[in-house]
């Protein structure tokens, strides 16, 4: 059997970029704000003032220092507090579908292929702008490429899955060449007002082209080893938003739950030994040892979480080199974070060098992929 390899990666990077300075500056504008409009609620004790945040705290909790996005200008607002986009008509090209797509010419640049080359397209993100018309099938119609196309959502390691079935559709023959791309426009879903996650999100659009090694001519090669997903329920990480809410009693008047909502010690409790334990076992299950391994492209939402899986993992604390993060630039991306840790650290590995592509999140989900240098 043929090889399954990932022959090239796009990043799409927004222009706009909000400094830990700027954030910190329009939440306690919205803190003053609001405080002041509460004032005697706030006196007489029936409801608590809003904190301030800082740019010492949002470092300490995350090692984010700036993000990307989409709209600035309405996040620093303190009267709107999230971005504003226009809104496009049905036969526009849409926000997500345009991210993507310019990711997805990047990657396909790199793997030297053209719309004519691809098989299938999976556009996997942790939420979609919209529920059908699939956003993959509106990627496939701008690109030009023939096949099919579909969605999928497995939050922050939808990515990872993504990889993990483009692979399987091409050893099954159902494909030979998948375009997966990760449009995150974490922006919309996160809650800029909340003390404790407003400085978590940035957006990026990343894609992959993934094929059969006996059509891949790129010159920067990495072959899919293997690739292994787990999932276990957990209400940690949750995201309300459904065409369903419009029929429960009050059900638009508390937003609050339809935007990221996360109980972050928990989730750093849970999700350290599973990803972890995974990584180990996956290497184990493939005769890899950990002294073999030379890269950890993990999923880039706190780098506490990140440092503490690579210590695990490597038995000790791994270098910058050994495990890259993105965080001070980029901040959480959710799905697309690992790929563009990946897209940025990967050329300088040699021929035959180890490395692991895992994100982990909301489900709780953890995918793994273990790529060869090729």
């Known amino acids: 059997m043929s090889k399954v390899v990932i022959s090239g990666s796009g990043v799409f990077t927004p222009k706009e970029v909000i400094s830990n300075q700027e954030l910190v500056k329009a939440f306690n504008e919205y803190a003053d704000l609001q405080n002041k409009k509460f004032a005697k609620e706030i006196a007489s004790g029936e409801r608590e003032p809003i904190p ?34 226009n809104k496009r008509s049905d036969d526009e090209l849409s926000l997500m579908a345009e991210m993507g797509v310019k990711a997805a010419k990047i990657a396909l640049e790199k793997a030297g292929k053209d719309a004519k080359d691809i098989d299938c397209v999976i556009v996997a993100a942790s939420n979609f702008e919209r529920a059908y018309p699939a956003i993959a099938v509106e990627v496939q119609k701008a690109l030009g490429v023939k096949g099919f196309a579909f969605d999928m959502n497995i939050a922050c390691s939808s990515a990872t899955f993504g990889l993990q079935m483009a692979a399987d559709m091409i050893k099954s023959g159902s494909a030979k060449t998948v375009l997966m791309v990760n449009p995150e426009i974490c922006s919309g879903h996160v809650e800029w007002r909340d003390r404790d996650c407003h400085f978590i999100f940035g957006d990026v659009g990343t894609a992959m082209v993934i094929e059969d090694s006996e059509t891949a001519d790129s010159s920067n090669q990495f072959e899919i ?17 459904g065409f369903l809410r419009r029929s429960y009693p009050n059900g638009m008047e508390d937003l609050r739950d339809m935007q990221f909502m996360q109980n972050g010690r928990k989730v750093f409790k849970d999700v350290v030994p599973m990803v972890s334990n995974l990584i180990l076992e996956h290497l184990n299950d493939n005769n890899i040892k950990v002294s073999n391994l030379s890269r950890l492209w993990l999923h880039q939402a706190n780098k506490s979480m990140n440092d503490m899986i690579g210590r695990k993992v490597l038995g000790r604390v791994p270098n910058e ?25 990967s050329d300088d590995l040699e ?24």
Do not use: W
């Not at 984010?64 to 989409?70: L, P, S």
């Not at 080893?225 to 938003?241: D, P």
């Not at 080199?321 to 650290?345: C, D, H, M, R, W």
């Not at 992929?369 to 090729?374: E, P, S």
């Open 225 to 241: 080893i293997a690739t292994k997903c787990v999932t276990e329920f957990s209400n940690n990480i949750r995201n309300n938003l």
């Open 52 to 85: 301030y945040s800082s740019e010492e705290f949002i470092v300490k909790a995350s090692g984010i220092e700036n993000r990307h996005v989409m709209n600035k200008s309405g996040i620093i607002d303190p009267e709107i507090m999230y971005p504003i986009f």
């Open 321 to 345: 080199k050994e495990q890259p993060n993105i965080l001070q630039e980029y901040a959480n991306t959710s799905s697309a974070g690992s790929i563009v840790t990946f897209s940025q650290y």
């Open 351 to 374: 021929a035959g060098e180890i490395g692991i592509i895992c994100s982990f999140g909301a489900g709780y989900s953890v995918g793994n992929v273990i790529l060869k240098k090729l």
